[in-house]
T-cell receptor
Framework: EAGVAQSPRYKIIEKRQSVAFWCNPISGHATLYWYQQILGQGPKLLIQFQNNGVVDDSQLPKDRFSAERLKGVDSTLKIQPAKLEDSAVYLC???????????????FGPGTRLTVL | AQSVTQLGSHVSVSEGALVLLRCNYSSSVPPYLFWYVQYPNQGLQLLLKYTSAATLVKGINGFEAEFKKSETSFHLTKPSAHMSDAAEYFCVVNTNAGKSTFGDGTTLTVKP
């Protein structure tokens, strides 16, 4: 079974530029997550999709970050314009849709390491 | 609101020694608790999860964790550390909808 795919793996940009990250979840997984992991901290949830609907985006900085999940499969996370403090690893994860959603294991992609200069 | 506190950002043990990584949580509802591990240059993967069937949960690679409601803890242990256990470990609490809150992680170093 193929895992969660993310691209690019690394990205270096200058502040005020735009950047986009792509994620392809495990086939059949209805729930998709984007996390931001700053060095020395645990992953912080940015947005959670269930199929193509947003379940939670309370921690997404909506003035500069946006995400979409067209057709309930692939997802794109965009930052526009980037700030220095956006330097982090951006993780995508997916899980099955179940009645007991809290029990579901998340499967993580390798992440995209973003450096903003 | 839920939160997770991992005591000790770095833990160092000798090979063969007991591993104890501490995790305390707060949750307004019965918690869904997990430990994830991130080996060097690899993605996060599930180590074990608490499903309410038993308070002592066994995971991969000889790890286990005990859920103690009275102490709001979910500490991770392994009787004998191996060099290959060197990694970063994250304690996680989930809501019913699957929203995860991660601790800040504990880096485990195993000395020969």
């Amino acid at each position: 079974e193929a895992g969660v795919a993310q691209s690019p793996r690394y990205k270096i940009i200058e502040k005020r530029q735009s950047v986009a990250f792509w994620c392809n979840p495990i086939s059949g997984h209805a729930t998709l997550y984007w996390y931001q992991q700053i060095l020395g901290q645990g992953p912080k949830l940015l947005i959670q999709f269930q199929n193509n609907g947003v379940v939670d985006d309370s921690q997404l900085p909506k003035d500069r970050f946006s995400a979409e999940r067209l057709k309930g499969v692939d997802s794109t996370l965009k930052i526009q314009p980037a700030k220095l403090e956006d330097s982090a690893v951006y993780l995508c994860a997916s899980s099955e849709l179940g009645l007991a959603g809290g029990y579901n294991e998340q499967f993580f992609g390798p992440g995209t390491r973003l450096t903003v200069l | 609101a839920q939160s997770v506190t991992q005591l000790g950002s770095h833990v160092s043990v000798s090979e063969g020694a007991l591993v104890l990584l501490r995790c305390n949580y707060s949750s307004s509802v019965p918690p869904y608790l997990f430990w994830y591990v991130q080996y060097p240059n690899q993605g996060l993967q599930l180590l074990l999860k608490y499903t309410s069937a038993a308070t002592l949960v066994k995971g991969i690679n000889g790890f286990e964790a005990e859920f103690k409601k009275s102490e709001t803890s979910f500490h991770l242990t392994k009787p004998s550390a191996h060099m290959s256990d060197a990694a970063e470990y994250f304690c996680v609490v989930n809501t019913n909808a699957g929203k995860s809150t991660f601790g800040d992680g504990t880096t485990l170093t195993v000395k020969p």
